[in-house]
């Protein structure tokens, strides 16, 4: 856990608002588990105060220089896509506890579904599956074509299926829509997306094991503030910290 | 004695920065980032009799230069603080406040009599102001006859001074502030968070699913600074100020207004190393203005300018 200042290389809208940046720096030497996230600066911190919470998309250790991708919705992250080439961003990270890939039996095939900007941290994780040798396979659910990113480059790690709202592109309908082949062969399910999402997700993979990652706003980001916490019936205190305690959590875990 | 110290009720602080109660948990996360015996103490996150798990989220949401925050107290009960989570902060040997709320009379003085107990409290901070519970304490806070008579209360039962901390949602903090130091207050704690809300313009819904919350962070430094100033010069007690310090020339301006030490709460979220690296530039600030000891900042402005506000 540590701040860092790294310096941009790019920064380059790839789709309708989503930008892809990659960020270099020393900093990036200790940033090997998939699913955890870097707690963003996006602007002056006296009016843009708290950092954004941004997961990484993936790391290239040699070339000390981590990826991340994003939604250019709100102010912040606006300000953030309008970053320049070498410029600095300060970054608190890795935080979170992110998705175990050692704990995983190397002969599991993996089913990896993500939705809109949930997609991002699904990159990262299916090159270390793969590293792992386990049979990669995803569903990636977005609006529609224009929304669409990254496509080529999960087809590079494993079978990709794409869904989208209006059927511009893959599947028409949501990435539960393409779950039910795939989930015969019973597969540990990663899934990271909207909250609703990770509900139907949980409900079409019964009795499967699998790992959600959650969203929530964040004031610290580290454990302290208590600003995002979710139930849980499985500890003893009722809740869990996504920042701290998360963001990833083995379904069934927590109550979404 | 080292130039940044100063001398509180309870609190003998080795530079006059601690984090404010809420923003810093019971210490254990920012023990990860930097070495917790560097502040001058700690503020630990709100006590109640029983645990409570707070208000749904989203607890947080941004506005210009500021934050609203709707935790809703939620910490593990004070028998749960007092086992497991002050035992941790003992091995920093600096002094801890330990915050306090309740919905009843009752409970504030239970919470009260077994935290102040602990030989790890230095003191307690009587917390009548938080604006994000229902029975938070804020009715307690907001009329000065039901918080003098529970400082009065209290204050007999706790085996450590207590600072009360002052709500800023009031017409008239000088008249709290007065009451309180008659009902035998050793310290005030000012300012806790201003009620705020954000809507979403094109739905309309609120952002906090409590729809209101407290305003925290930069944007409430003026309303703390000028409160400050009002009330350190009716009132003799000890003040801990706070409400948006973010910067070593924060902390000057809010001592110069009439506080003996301070608090910094948000900007920790900013940036987990802002108290070392406050307390590290504080000295250089002292030299460029030919200030020896920091407790000479305290309520400088008044004393150099003579300019008292006119009471309201
Ligand atoms: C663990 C985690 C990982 C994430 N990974 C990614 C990612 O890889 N790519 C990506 O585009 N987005 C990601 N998000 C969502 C991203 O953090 C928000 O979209 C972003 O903070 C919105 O900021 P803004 O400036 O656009 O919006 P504003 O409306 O200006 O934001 C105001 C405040 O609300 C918070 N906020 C608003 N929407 C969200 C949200 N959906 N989730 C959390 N906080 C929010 C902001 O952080 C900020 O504090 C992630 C969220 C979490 C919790
Ligand atoms: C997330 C959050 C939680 C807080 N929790 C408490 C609390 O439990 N008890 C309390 O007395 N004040 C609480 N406060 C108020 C702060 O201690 C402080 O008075 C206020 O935020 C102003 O200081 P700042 O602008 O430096 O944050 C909280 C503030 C924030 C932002
Ligand atoms: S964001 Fe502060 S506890 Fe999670």
């Given at each position: 856990m540590k701040k860092h200042l790294l310096s941009i290389t790019s920064n380059t809208e790839i789709a309708r608002n989503i930008f892809e940046m990659k960020l270099t720096g020393p900093g990036t030497a200790t940033m090997t588990v998939p699913g955890q996230f870097l707690h963003?600066?996006?602007?002056?911190?006296?009016?843009?105060?708290?950092?954004?919470?941004?997961s990484?998309?993936?790391?290239?250790?040699?070339?000390?220089?981590?990826?991340?991708?994003?939604?250019?919705q709100g102010e912040g992250t606006k300000q953030l896509s309008q970053k320049q080439t070498g410029e600095f961003v300060d970054v608190l990270g890795p935080l979170g506890n992110g998705f175990s890939v050692e704990?995983?039996?190397?002969?599991?095939?993996?089913l990896l579904i993500g939705g809109g900007i949930g997609v991002p941290p699904l990159y990262y994780l299916g090159k270390k599956l793969r590293?792992?040798?386990?049979?990669?396979?995803?569903?990636?659910?977005?609006?529609?074509?224009?929304?669409?990113?990254?496509?080529?480059?999960?087809?590079?790690?494993?079978?990709?299926?794409?869904?989208?709202?209006?059927?511009?592109?893959?599947?028409?309908?949501?990435?539960?829509?393409?779950?039910?082949?795939?989930?015969?062969?019973?597969?540990?399910?990663?899934?990271?997306?909207?909250?609703?999402?990770?509900?139907?997700?949980?409900?079409k993979a019964a009795g499967l094991n699998g790992f959600?990652?959650?969203e929530e706003r964040m004031g610290c980001g580290i454990g302290a503030c208590f600003a995002c916490v979710c139930p849980t019936e499985t500890r003893q205190s009722g809740y869990v910290k996504i920042c701290s305690d998360g963001p990833v959590f083995k379904m069934g875990e927590v109550v979404l | 004695m080292s130039r940044l110290s100063v001398s509180l009720p309870g609190l003998n602080m080795k530079n006059p920065i601690l984090p404010a109660s809420g923003c810093f948990g019971f210490g254990k996360e920012y023990a990860k980032w930097y070495d917790l015996s560097l502040l001058g103490g700690i503020t630990i996150k709100a006590a109640t009799l029983e645990g409570r798990f707070g208000n749904p989220t989203p607890r947080v949401a941004e506005t210009e230069s500021g934050m609203l925050n709707a935790i809703g107290l939620q910490n593990?009960?004070?028998?749960?603080?007092?086992?497991?989570?002050?035992?941790a902060l003992e091995p920093y040997n600096i002094p801890i406040l330990a915050n306090i709320a309740g919905s009843t009379e009752e409970e504030y003085i239970e919470v009260t009599k077994q935290i102040s107990a602990s030989p790890l409290?230095?003191?307690?901070?009587?917390?009548?102001?938080?604006?994000?519970v229902k029975e938070g304490g804020i009715q307690f806070g907001t009329h000065y006859r039901s918080a003098a008579d529970l400082t009065r209360k209290v204050k007999s039962v706790s085996e450590k001074p207590v600072y009360v901390k002052l709500s800023p949602n009031v017409s008239n903090i000088t008249e709290m502030a007065e009451a309180v130091e008659d009902a035998g207050a050793d310290g005030l704690s000012m300012i806790n968070t201003l009620v705020g809300m954000k809507l979403d313009w094109r739905t309309g819904s609120p952002i906090l699913a409590n729809k209101t919350g407290g305003l925290s962070g930069p944007a409430i430094k003026p309303v703390a600074i000028r409160m400050i100033y009002e009330?350190?010069?009716?009132?003799?007690?000890?003040?801990?100020?706070?409400?948006?310090?973010?910067?070593?020339?924060?902390?000057?301006?809010?001592?110069s207004a009439g506080a003996s030490a301070v608090a910094v709460g948000t900007a920790n979220f900013v940036n987990p190393y802002v108290c070392p690296e406050i307390i590290e530039k504080l000295p250089e600030l002292l030299d460029e203005i030919g200030v020896e000891q920091i407790s000479e900042m305290t309520g400088r402005s008044l004393r150099q300018w003579k300019t008292p506000l006119s009471s309201r």
């Open positions: 963003v600066s996006v602007g002056k911190h006296t009016s843009k105060l708290l950092r954004r919470p941004l990484i998309c993936d790391v290239d250790l040699e070339k000390e220089e981590v990826t991340l991708l994003y939604r250019a704990s995983i039996d190397e002969g599991k095939s993996a590293e792992k040798g386990m049979k990669v396979t995803f569903i990636l659910g977005y609006q529609s074509l224009e929304d669409s990113f990254y496509i080529e480059k999960f087809q590079e790690i494993g079978e990709t299926i794409v869904t989208t709202v209006d059927g511009t592109l893959g599947i028409k309908g949501f990435v539960t829509d393409a779950m039910d082949q795939l989930i015969s062969e019973e597969p540990v399910i990663y899934s990271v997306g909207p909250a609703v999402m990770l509900k139907a997700v949980e409900q959600i990652s959650l | 593990p009960g004070v028998k749960g603080i007092i086992e497991n989570e002050l035992p409290v230095s003191a307690v901070e009587l917390n009548i102001s938080c604006p994000n009330v350190s010069q009716k009132v003799s007690l000890p003040i801990i100020g706070m409400g948006g310090v973010s910067s070593a020339e924060d902390v000057m301006e809010m001592m």
